[in-house]
């Protein structure tokens, strides 16, 4: 110090020459600006921007850079590497960083598809006052420097250009050894210190030297300690200071309930009584905002500058008619009332077929094929035979109902009478009207009693059949209007109505099967063809609703937030009932004109249990301190 004394007493007794100096060199140079703007340019000592032929930075804090990886001095998180950065290039502003979307780890020295400024990253840190470090490119020439640097083993960020005291430990500053004159505080990673004797530091690395920030005394944190940066302390005062920190503390101690707490940005269930590091990420805690606070019964307050940086929106809760428009695909089936099968009821053989294609149309009563049967011949012979004898009019009677009951007409059977002579073939005849869907004998087969011959239905009406989701049970009905359109006339709809709901539920597709009855007369819709189905659900009259995004559904209870006070968001528990593709019906516990939260909502959500976390851990303090204090009185 006493160097410093003979300096000043030195530049003080030769103040008056230095005025006459710079009078005569005004003078001199005052018709050549250029000349002394080029002179000044050559002749003062600029400081620089630092460059980095590979430049790694901090993805929270960007203006924490160094040429190899290591860590953030103020978070202590790994620096990322920057591609595409150019070797000899300086740090470039944070603007023009930019980041991965799905990675906000990867960084970037370009624009590029799937990048955003790393500004715009969830991770990015505004710096604080005095927290810029001085590798950012926008380097201010009023930072500090230091003829001799002197800095703290554990806290590099205190610096002095000559022996002092940290203000944060009270550890005596070390000499940083090859330190140049007059340039600033280096980065901690800048800085090397002795493997063997950590309170040894330089500038420059060299054999038994290991980087600051691997040195067992750093500890990262903070770059700003009660309002100072790297020379924002008076070293001269340190006493007067650390009895105002011990008074600050006396007076936290006294004022227990109104404690300041301590929580990490990434990871915010971590809360804590005393400033430290994070366990799980080994960042600073920070403490908790005083901005946003828990009111009564959960509330949460949101100051208004708050508010509109997380873009808070609020709907008004109505009264209101709700439609559902059901859509679903289905498939055109035969209706099952309109459908036949034609069989014998004799064996025999097929000696003509009149029907001999699929796909045809048949009224009720046309002849479909003639058979002959052994069965039948026996059959006509004793109906004659009792015809002729006319001694029992029962014989006759009995022998004319075993012939209808193996499917012949009345009609063959009075002309069996009239010519009084045994068919050998006799004709089976359509039991009902239809196109024939399936043919199963050809002329000559044989066919056995009960044999299927032919099947045969009437195609309108026409069914349809398709499924809906369980969810969507509540707004169907039988008799609810339908309208069906087919694959290869988009532009053309039909109507119907849905006809039937089946009472069983699809175990594999949690689906219910319904039926729709649609008139077909021009055969437009045909079996098997793939439709789409629109059914028309009668409306819910007069119900509360809120817009869908209004609802936090967590699987066990549905949440919305409700403005009870300008700025006052209180979680509150709802039922659901209908939904739409906009709204859910509310049935309990909301009230037409409140309103709720539909945009922000979950991070209300985060701050009430982020709140809720906090009064559990005061109440648990406050326990705790009670019962010591019991204990001490026994």
């Not at 008619?321 to 099952?336: P, Q, Y």
């Not at 009239?418 to 044989?446: D, F, M, N, W, Y």
């Amino acid at each position: 110090m006493k160097r410093y004394s003979r300096s000043v007493a030195a530049l003080t007794a030769g103040l008056g020459t230095i005025t006459l100096l710079a009078i005569a060199l005004v003078f001199m140079f005052q018709g050549s600006s250029d000349a002394v703007a080029q002179q000044g340019h050559e002749g003062h000592e600029m400081h620089e921007p630092r460059t980095f032929n590979e430049l790694y930075v901090c993805s929270m804090h960007p203006w924490e850079a160094s040429e190899g990886p290591g860590p953030c001095s103020i978070c202590n998180m790994a620096l990322s590497k920057v591609e595409g950065h150019e070797p000899g290039a300086p740090l470039p502003d944070v603007e023009n960083i930019f980041v991965q979307k799905g990675d906000f780890m990867k960084l970037h020295s370009q624009p590029g598809e799937g990048r955003v400024s790393i500004t715009q990253s969830p991770l990015y840190q505004p710096p604080k006052e005095g927290e810029m470090g001085h590798d950012h490119a926008r380097h201010d020439q009023s930072e500090p420097t230091y003829d001799e640097l002197h800095v703290c083993s554990m806290h590099p960020w205190e610096a002095s250009d000559g022996p002092a005291e940290c203000s944060i430990c009270g550890m005596p500053l070390s000499e940083v050894q090859g330190h140049e004159e007059g340039e600033p505080l280096p980065d901690a990673s800048e800085i090397w210190v002795d493997k063997d004797n950590p309170m040894k530091l330089f500038a420059q690395p060299g054999e038994g030297r290991i980087p600051m920030t691997e040195s067992p005394y750093y500890q990262p944190g903070k770059k700003m300690e009660e309002g100072g940066g790297h020379e924002g302390h008076d070293h001269g005062n340190d006493s007067g200071m650390k009895e105002k920190a011990g008074a600050e503390m006396e007076v936290a101690a006294i004022e227990d309930d109104e404690a300041t707490l301590w929580t990490c940005g990434m990871h915010p269930e971590v809360i804590e009584e005393e400033p430290g590091i994070c366990p799980i990420c080994q960042m600073d805690l920070t403490p908790l905002k005083s901005g946003t606070a828990s009111g009564g019964g959960g509330a949460v307050a949101v100051d208004p500058a708050t508010l509109q940086s997380i873009g808070v929106r609020t709907a008004p809760v109505e009264r209101r008619d709700l439609f559902r428009e059901v859509r679903s695909d289905g498939i055109v089936t035969v209706a099952e009332d309109q459908e036949v099968r034609v069989n014998t009821r004799i064996d025999g053989w097929i000696e003509k077929l009149y029907v001999n294609k699929t796909g045809v149309r048949v009224e009720a009563g046309e002849p479909l094929l003639e058979i002959y049967s052994p069965a039948l011949l026996t059959a006509q012979e004793e109906y004659l035979l009792a015809v002729k004898n006319q001694e029992n009019g029962r014989l006759v009677e009995a022998a004319r109902r075993r012939l209808e009951l193996w499917d012949i007409t009345g009609e063959q059977i009075d002309a069996i009478r009239r010519s009084g002579e045994v068919q050998r073939t006799l004709t089976l005849v359509a039991p009902s009207g239809g196109i024939v869907l399936k043919k199963h004998v050809v002329e000559g087969s044989h066919v056995n009693a009960g044999g299927d011959l032919f099947t045969i239905a009437e195609l309108n009406p026409i069914w349809i059949r398709t499924d809906i989701y369980e969810f969507e049970l509540p707004w169907v009905s039988a008799g609810d209007r339908v309208t069906v359109m087919n694959q290869y006339d988009r532009d053309a709809s039909y109507e119907g109505r849905l006809d039937f709901i089946y009472p069983t539920l699809d175990p594999k597709h949690r689906t219910a099967e319904l039926r729709l009855v649609l008139d077909n007369p021009d055969l437009r819709f045909k079996p098997e063809m793939f439709v789409e189905v629109r059914i028309y659900a009668d409306p819910a009259r007069d119900v509360v609703a809120v817009p869908k995004e209004a609802v936090i559904r967590t699987g066990e209870r549905n949440l919305v937030f409700v403005e009870t006070e300008p700025g006052l968001f209180e979680p509150r528990q709802v039922h659901l009932g209908l939904e739409t593709d906009q709204h859910y019906e509310i049935t309990h516990n909301l009230a037409a004109g409140e309103a709720v939260v539909t945009s922000g909502q979950f991070l209300l959500d985060s701050e009430a249990k982020l709140q809720e976390a906090i009064q559990r851990r005061i109440a648990a303090r406050k326990s705790a301190n009670n019962d010591e204090m019991q204990g001490h009185q026994h």
